[in-house]
């Protein structure tokens, strides 16, 4: 019969250094486990918060209408959907957005606090493009305030250099800003302005990142602003002619009036000397040519002053049109409204 073996029972010290170094092997790769999560976080947090509530954007036809318009590139399209951009009734915009005043009209912004984009509905046929060029203003503001400091410190500079060539194309849009605000402000307003071959190398790239196509994104601005502008041309205009024909009109309403009192002045001396028995036909023809003369004067300065009351009613026509297209864009302008109706 063959001998049966036993392998030898474990000494009572052993088993709990096996079930320590079995212990140990799981925190150590927990610990490199976490390590690596960190690192990935560190460098892709960002863009995994991005992927995260991009997926759970649910956006309303009209908005995913003008992401597509804006031709975002997967990263601009990423965090513009991020953000979750929503176009929003006078009442809702204005709780959302800061209040910049009374006569400041604010068509969109971001919160960073809260990752948000809050556009304001502007409804308009004339104002075409606005909702889409206020989306990539507003989402640029975003995409800066993922940048890192190493991006930063590229780009900025950058953006600097760019606005001091070209002050007078925004300058005054851009004195209204803090000096926090500066940078952010600059990139949405270059991104969303200015066409592509007038960037920098740098800033192209850098847009280029974001907008498949960065001069449709200024056509956009382009095309509701071109109505502003031109409007704006034509009540200068419009200005410039009613002070001339003003001007005219006064000094002919002044010159008929001056003949008009000579001629009342001399035909009193005329009736006067015809009541102490004196006439004279020289004299009396004489005023009748000058009555003709003042009744197509008369007749002359009527015809100017219709023509003035038309050129007139067509320049407050122009203000009128201007002041609803302002009214329009000023989410604050409609509340008011509502509540006065």
Not at 70 to 94: C, K, M, Q, S, Y
Not at 126 to 141: I, N, Q, R
């Amino acid at each position: 019969m063959s001998e049966l073996l036993f392998e030898p029972a474990e000494t009572p010290d052993e088993a709990p250094k096996k079930k320590k170094k079995f212990l140990s092997t799981i925190v150590s790769i927990i610990s490199v486990l976490l390590i690596i999560a960190c690192i990935v976080w560190f460098f892709f947090g960002q863009w995994i918060r991005d992927y995260i509530s991009s997926t759970i954007f649910e956006p309303s036809p009209e908005m995913a209408n003008a992401i597509e318009k804006v031709g975002f590139t997967w990263r601009g399209n990423l965090i513009a959907r991020a953000t979750h951009p929503a176009f929003e009734t006078a009442e809702t915009f204005n709780g959302n957005c800061p209040d910049d005043g009374e006569n400041i009209s604010t068509l969109g912004c971001y919160m960073p606090s809260e990752n948000r984009v809050h556009i304001y509905d502007i409804r308009s046929d004339e104002l075409d493009g606005v909702k889409e060029s206020v989306l990539a203003h507003e989402v640029l503001h975003a995409i800066y305030a993922r940048l890192n400091d190493i991006d930063l410190s590229n780009l900025n500079p950058e953006l600097d250099s760019f606005y001091k060539s070209h002050k007078d194309s925004f300058g005054d849009y851009m004195d209204t800003y803090d000096e926090d605000q500066y940078y952010t402000e600059l990139h949405s307003i270059i991104g969303q302005r200015v066409h592509y071959k007038d960037l920098s190398e740098p800033l192209q790239k850098h847009y280029a990142k974001y907008f498949s196509n960065q001069d449709a994104v200024v056509d956009f601005y382009d095309k509701y602003h071109d109505v502003i502008d031109e409007l704006s041309e034509q009540i200068d205009t419009g200005k410039a002619e009613i002070d001339k024909l003003y001007a005219e009109l006064q000094t002919m309403r002044t010159n008929y009036r001056t003949r008009l009192d000579e001629y009342n002045k001399d035909v009193e001396y005329h009736n006067s000397q015809v009541a102490q028995g004196i006439y004279s036909e020289t004299r009396y023809q004489s005023l009748k040519k000058r009555e003709a003369e003042l009744d197509v004067e008369l007749k002359g300065l009527n015809d100017f002053i219709e023509d003035y009351n038309i050129e007139a009613r067509a320049y407050n026509e122009l203000i009128e049109r201007q002041q609803q297209l302002y009214g329009t864009m000023n989410s604050k302008n409609e509340i008011k409204t509502e509540k006065t109706e």
